[in-house]
C-alpha cells in the first residue's frame, strides 16, 4: 500500500512539474519612461496575469548610414539606460515577474531599423564596434539580474544580411558574460533569412504578418489568414530545431488592423476595440497550444496605466480596452 502512494505520489508531482515546465511566456513589452517605477505601475500587470515583462533600453543613430551608436547617456530617459534597466527589473522580480532584456535602437526620425547599412568596410567596423559596446552593456546588467532571456538585437536586417561573421563572434562575447537563454527579434519578413538561428535558444519573431485586408475581420477571419505564415514557421522551426518565441506581438484597435500590422505611423483611423480583441483571441487560438510555442511578449505597455489606452484610443496598447480584459483571460489559462 505505502509503494503504491508513494507511486502515486511521484506520478502527481511529475505531473505537476511537466505543468509547470510547459507554462507559456505569457508577456508584456513594458514601455521605457523617464520615471522610475512603483508597485502602482508593476499591479496592473500582475492583473494581466503576465509572467514576463520585456524590458526595452535604447541606443540612437543620427540615420542609416551612421556607423556610431549613443547609448546610456543622461540625455536618454531613465528607464532606456542602464540603472533604468536595474531598477525597472528589480522591481518587476520581486513581484516573481521574470525577465527578458530586449536593446533596441532608434533611428532619428523613426526611419527603420532593418535598413541600417553602411557604405564603407571602415564604417562597418565602426558600427561592428559601437555595437558590440552597446549590447555588452546590457548583457552584462541582464547577467547581474539573472534575467531568465537577453534579446541580442531588434530588427536589424542589413546588418544581420550583410554581416553574418560579426553576428556569430558577437554571439560567443555574448554568452561569455551572460549564461542565460539568448534570442534574436526578427522583423516578420526577415526570420527566415537569419543566419545564427541554431547558435542560439529561440527563434525570435516580431510577429506582425499580415492577416486580413477585411476593414473588421472575425477570429476566424484572422485564423485563416495565419494558416500560411504558421506553416513557414513550423517549417523553419523543424529544421531549425529550436522554439519559436513571438519577441513582439499585437494589434491597434482600428480597422483593417490585419491588412498591415506593423504600420504605427497612421495616425488616423476609426477605432475598432472589437478587431483588437479578435486578432489576439486568433493569434493565441493558433499558437498558445503548440508544442514547439514559446510564447510571446504584447505590444506595448506602458507605466501609467490609467492614463493610457481607453475606448477612444486607436493605439497597439490593450490597456483599458476589452483586449486587458482578454488577455487577463488567455494569460491566466
Same mark, same amino acid.
Given at each position: ?117 553602411? %557604405? ?8 561592428? %564596434? ?132 506593423? %504600420? ?70
Amino acid at each position: 500500500m505505502k509503494t503504491k502512494k508513494l507511486l502515486l505520489l511521484l506520478v502527481i508531482l511529475l505531473n505537476f512539474s511537466c505543468k509547470s515546465q510547459s507554462k507559456k511566456i505569457n508577456g508584456v513589452s513594458f514601455v521605457a519612461s523617464r520615471d522610475t517605477i512603483s508597485t502602482q505601475h508593476i499591479t496592473p500587470v500582475l492583473k494581466a496575469q503576465s509572467n514576463y515583462v520585456a524590458l526595452m533600453p535604447f541606443g540612437f543613430i543620427k540615420n542609416l548610414a551612421t556607423p556610431t551608436i549613443t547609448h546610456n547617456t543622461k540625455r536618454q530617459w531613465f528607464g532606456e539606460t542602464e540603472n533604468g534597466l536595474l531598477q525597472y527589473a528589480k522591481r518587476f522580480q520581486k513581484e516573481n515577474v521574470r525577465i527578458m532584456v530586449k536593446p533596441h535602437i532608434w533611428v532619428w526620425r523613426g526611419e527603420f531599423t532593418g535598413n541600417i547599412k553602411m %557604405d564603407s568596410e571602415e564604417n562597418w567596423q565602426v558600427l561592428e %564596434d559601437s555595437y558590440t559596446a552597446f549590447i555588452l552593456t546590457y548583457a552584462k546588467a541582464a547577467a547581474s539580474l539573472n534575467a531568465e532571456i537577453f534579446c541580442i538585437g531588434t530588427e536589424l536586417e542589413q546588418f544581420v544580411v550583410n554581416r553574418p561573421a560579426f553576428w556569430q563572434q558577437l554571439i560567443q562575447k555574448i554568452r561569455a558574460v551572460y549564461k542565460g537563454k539568448l534570442t534574436y527579434a526578427a522583423n516578420w519578413d526577415e526570420y527566415s533569412r537569419v543566419p545564427f538561428w541554431k547558435e542560439i535558444d529561440y527563434i525570435g519573431i516580431d510577429a506582425y504578418f499580415p492577416v486580413s485586408d477585411l476593414k473588421s475581420p472575425t477570429v476566424a477571419d484572422y485564423e485563416a489568414g495565419w494558416q500560411p505564415h504558421k506553416q513557414a514557421i513550423l517549417k523553419l522551426q523543424k529544421s531549425v530545431k529550436k522554439p519559436v518565441l513571438f519577441t513582439e506581438f499585437g494589434y491597434r484597435s482600428v480597422d483593417f488592423n490585419g491588412k498591415e500590422p506593423w %504600420d504605427s505611423n497612421r495616425i488616423e483611423g476609426s477605432v475598432n476595440l472589437q478587431a483588437q480583441a479578435n486578432a489576439l483571441q486568433a493569434i493565441h487560438n493558433q499558437f498558445w497550444q503548440e508544442e514547439w510555442f514559446a510564447g510571446g511578449f504584447i505590444w506595448k505597455w506602458f507605466h501609467r496605466h490609467a492614463n493610457v489606452g481607453g475606448e477612444k484610443n486607436n493605439r497597439f496598447t490593450p490597456q483599458n480596452k476589452p483586449a486587458e480584459e482578454l488577455i487577463r483571460k488567455l494569460y491566466g489559462l
